[in-house]
């Protein structure tokens, strides 16, 4: 694929250079794909596809505006290129909406996942959780990559290349879409007792494989959904319309929220049953409301489409989608999904096979990954999504000195940024697993296991970002199958890893074990990105970078020692209830957010300044 950028709404008119506006920091919390899917709050280690890659086209696309030969192609085909000032309050406006709409559906997205941990505790939990991600990796497979990568882009170019504004091109690419999701989840869903029994421990608790089963009945048909769902979402991005893809998947959560409380009303929380209680009862309601939360978000997006004008009709015709220009760009995606999806399986096999119900297992491990999601997304792909414009443009033009700045800035600023918080992670992990998950049917003890894997989570957190800058400054290279290929050995040390854990740890220390190989594999993938990164661009500035994180180190380990002091004068000890665990958060987390800032302003980390003014700058508007 050669020629084309895939644009972010930050990026500046053709041939301009554009200043990274620093308050963009600070608006775009989470742009790695405006289109919803049913895995936003649900989540295991396959990194996430960036919406912004090439197209092929030559062309500059973006998730406002693409312009081509002076024309800006969102929600008109043919309009005009606005005036700088309304095209920065247009781009300023949809990223708030992109950002309110992300950070609203993290919040209640985390508040769903509390309740259901609450609700049906770990025995019940674990089974739940594995059958969830049944429809999120099929899904995956099917379409997850191939549109942000694939269909996005040529969406974008058929409505400014045809006539009719990509008009028939969509309604023939949704009615194929139909069918294929509709046969592919009927499929899978026949399949279910197959799927359930691989990602199934032999050791699992009696009943667990059984209610996998039966719940994977009712939520593998999330797939034909979430598939509809990404698919509208996308047409309405290219049209120009963001609000209601970021803010649908709400309605998804506010569904599960409901579920999860009239589970409650109906039969109590599942504290004490095992996986062979389960009625069929019980299973309807948690497992179709599931299901009814990702119609809801579907249906949502409905009247958003006519709002842009598109009308559905049917239209058969697979031929004239160029099915063979898709497989062959969908190619390496496939490589890349299909590699961190037996990653996935082999997770949720190993830990089916955890017992004792003071053992952080799938649950569990879920919960601390959305934790160490949360904090990437809040800020990583913030800088990411302000830095990935300027990349692409300079990528595009040959200016691959000015690539090295950027990525070199983005792991500065990334890692300045994200270290409070892996303090805080790791000081904290118990306190903050009992303020947000213990209660109901999960008791203080899985609550201290569930910390002590964050605790563990906390050396995920700074690999990740930079793995995923690297990825980025592939995309904007036009690397999607160097991406794919370095995924290859990072999965595979990742899977030795999970084999390493259930063979050689014990099972409390699993979740944490599996943690710990996610951390890892991050590693590995940011050094042999920077490695080849190198070969392709030249220098990457990493003398700086590295004084940098020396200094960023430094400014950290004095946070850690503060924040054990002032934990440890606390009550509640190393097992809090939940008021001591609350005190302990609000009092230890600020005091190492404040050590930490002071130490590195001592220690003259430059990028300190930077995030303390752009915060400055966000609470003075």
Same mark, same amino acid.
């Not at 062959?328 to 890349?336: E, F, K, R």
């Not at 096979?353 to 959305?370: I, M, T, W």
């Given at each position: 694929?050669?020629?084309g950028?895939?644009?972010?709404?930050?990026?500046?008119?053709?041939?301009?250079?554009?200043?990274?506006?620093?308050?963009?920091?600070?608006?775009?919390?989470?742009?790695?794909?405006?289109?919803?899917?049913?895995?936003?709050?649900?989540?295991? *280690?396959?990194?996430v596809?960036?919406?912004?890659?090439?197209?092929?086209?030559?062309?500059?696309?973006?998730?406002?505006?693409?312009?081509?030969g002076?024309?800006?192609?969102?929600?008109?085909?043919?309009?005009?290129?606005?005036?700088?000032?309304?095209?920065?309050?247009?781009?300023?406006?949809?990223?708030?909406?992109?950002?309110?709409?992300?950070l609203v559906?993290?919040?209640? =997205?985390?508040?769903?996942?509390?309740?259901?941990?609450?609700?049906?505790?770990?025995?019940?939990?674990?089974?739940?959780?594995s059958?969830?991600?049944?429809?999120?990796?099929?899904?995956?497979?099917?379409?997850?990559?191939?549109?942000?990568?694939?269909?996005?882009?040529?969406?974008?170019?058929?409505?400014?290349?045809?006539?009719?504004?990509?008009?028939?091109?969509?309604?023939?690419?949704?009615?194929?879409?139909?069918?294929?999701?509709?046969?592919?989840?009927?499929?899978?869903?026949?399949?279910?007792?197959?799927?359930?029994?691989i990602?199934?421990?032999?050791?699992?608790?009696?009943?667990?494989?059984?209610?996998?089963?039966?719940?994977?009945?009712?939520?593998?048909?999330?797939?034909?959904?979430?598939?509809?769902?990404?698919l509208?979402?996308?047409v309405?991005?290219?049209?120009?319309?963001?609000a209601?893809?970021?803010?649908?998947?709400?309605?998804?959560?506010?569904?599960?929220?409901?579920t999860? =409380?009239?589970?409650?009303?109906?039969?109590?929380?599942?504290?004490?049953?095992?996986?062979?209680?389960?009625?069929?009862?019980?299973i309807?309601?948690i497992?179709?409301?599931?299901?009814?939360?990702?119609?809801?978000?579907?249906?949502?997006?409905?009247p958003?489409?006519?709002?842009?004008?598109?009308s559905?009709?049917?239209?058969?015709?697979?031929?004239?989608?160029?099915?063979s220009?898709?497989?062959?760009?969908?190619?390496?995606?496939?490589?890349?999904v299909g590699?961190?999806?037996?990653?996935?399986?082999?997770?949720?096999?190993?830990?089916?096979?955890?017992?004792?119900?003071?053992?952080?297992?799938?649950?569990?491990?879920?919960?601390?990954?959305?934790?160490?999601?949360?904090?990437h997304?809040?800020?990583?792909?913030?800088?990411?999504?302000?830095?990935l414009?300027?990349?692409?443009a300079?990528?595009a033009?040959g200016?691959?000195?000015?690539?090295?700045?950027?990525?070199?800035?983005g792991?500065?600023?990334?890692?300045?940024?994200?270290?409070?918080?892996?303090?805080?992670?790791?000081?904290?992990?118990?306190?903050?697993?009992?303020?947000?998950?213990?209660?109901?049917?999960?008791?203080?003890?899985?609550?201290?296991?569930?910390? =002590?894997?964050?605790?563990?989570?906390?050396?995920?957190?700074? *690999?990740?970002?930079?793995?995923?800058?690297?990825?980025?400054?592939?995309?904007?290279?036009?690397?999607?199958?160097?991406v794919?290929?370095?995924?290859?050995?990072?999965?595979?040390?990742?899977?030795?890893g999970?084999?390493?854990?259930?063979?050689?740890?014990?099972?409390?220390?699993s979740?944490?074990?599996?943690?710990?190989?996610?951390?890892?594999s991050?590693?590995?993938?940011?050094?042999?990105?920077?490695?080849?990164?190198?070969?392709r661009?030249?220098?990457?500035?990493?003398?700086?970078?590295?004084?940098a994180?020396?200094k960023?180190?430094?400014?950290?380990?004095i946070?850690?020692?503060?924040?054990?002091?002032?934990v440890n004068?606390?009550?509640?000890?190393?097992?809090?209830?939940?008021g001591a665990?609350i005190l302990?958060?609000?009092?230890?987390?600020?005091?190492?957010?404040?050590?930490?800032?002071?130490?590195?302003?001592l220690?003259?980390?430059?990028?300190?300044?930077?995030?303390?003014?752009?915060?400055?700058?966000?609470?003075?508007?």
């Open positions: 694929m050669s020629g950028i895939y644009r972010s709404a930050h990026a500046a008119p053709d041939g301009e250079p554009e200043e990274v506006d620093e308050a963009t920091f600070m608006v775009s919390v989470d742009n790695t794909g405006t289109f919803p899917t049913a895995a936003g709050d649900q989540a295991l *280690p396959p990194e596809i960036p919406a912004s890659v090439q197209d092929g086209g030559g062309t500059v696309y973006g998730s406002s505006t693409a312009s081509r002076g024309a800006v192609y969102g929600a008109e085909p043919e309009a005009e290129v606005a005036a700088p000032a309304e095209s920065e309050r247009s781009t300023a406006g949809n990223s708030a909406v992109m950002a309110v709409g992300s559906s993290r919040i209640i =997205g985390f508040v769903r996942n509390m309740l259901i941990g609450m609700t049906l505790g770990k025995a019940i939990g674990d089974p739940y959780t059958a969830q991600f049944l429809p999120n990796q099929i899904y995956e497979l099917l379409l997850g990559g191939i549109l942000s990568s694939v269909l996005i882009p040529l969406l974008v170019r058929r409505r400014k290349a045809d006539p009719d504004g990509g008009q028939l091109f969509t309604q023939r690419l949704l009615t194929l879409a139909v069918v294929a999701l509709g046969i592919a989840t009927v499929l899978v869903t026949v399949a279910a007792p197959v799927i359930a029994t990602q199934s421990s032999s050791g699992a608790a009696p009943g667990y494989q059984h209610l996998v089963t039966q719940l994977s009945y009712l939520i593998l048909p999330i797939i034909f959904f979430t598939g509809i769902s990404a509208i979402g996308a309405l991005n290219v049209r120009g319309h963001f209601a893809p970021m803010w649908a998947p709400i309605l998804n959560n506010l569904v599960v929220i409901a999860c =409380g009239a589970f409650i009303l109906f039969f109590g929380t599942a504290r004490g049953l095992t996986a062979e209680d389960m009625t069929s009862g019980r309807a309601v497992g179709g409301g599931t299901l009814l939360g990702m119609v809801v978000q579907a249906i949502g997006l409905l958003a489409l006519r709002k842009v004008g598109f559905w009709s049917w239209q058969w015709n697979p031929r004239a989608l160029g099915l220009e898709i497989g062959g760009l969908a190619g390496w995606m496939l490589v890349y590699a961190n999806q037996i990653a996935v399986f082999l997770v949720a096999r190993v830990l089916s096979g955890v017992s004792g119900d003071d053992n952080a297992s799938l649950l569990a491990f879920n919960n601390v990954f959305l934790l160490t999601m949360m904090a997304g809040i800020i990583g792909v913030s800088v990411m999504t302000a830095l414009p300027k990349m692409s300079a990528a033009e200016r691959f000195s000015d690539v090295s700045d950027d990525l070199s800035r792991i500065r600023l990334t890692t300045t940024a994200l270290a409070p918080i892996c303090v805080v992670y790791g000081v904290l992990g118990v306190p903050i697993s009992v303020t947000l998950f213990q209660g109901g049917a999960l008791t203080s003890a899985q609550a201290f296991a569930i910390g =002590g894997v964050l605790v563990v989570a906390a050396f995920c957190v700074i *690999p990740l970002s930079i793995s995923y800058l690297c990825t980025y400054a592939f995309y904007a290279l036009q690397g999607n199958r160097t794919a290929l370095i995924n290859l050995p990072v999965v595979a040390l990742r899977i030795v999970y084999f390493f854990v259930a063979q050689v740890l014990s099972e409390s220390l979740a944490a074990g599996m943690t710990a190989a996610n951390a890892v991050y590693l590995l993938s940011a050094v042999i990105s920077l490695a080849l990164l190198r070969r661009i030249g220098r990457l500035n990493l003398g700086s970078v590295a004084r994180l020396v960023v180190v430094v400014a950290a380990a946070a850690t020692v503060a924040g054990l002091l002032i004068l606390l009550p509640g000890g190393d097992t809090p209830g939940r665990a302990q958060v609000v009092i230890g987390g600020g005091a190492i957010m404040l050590v930490y800032l002071v130490a590195a302003t220690l003259k980390v430059h990028e300190v300044s930077q995030v303390v003014g752009m915060v400055r700058r966000k609470i003075g508007r």
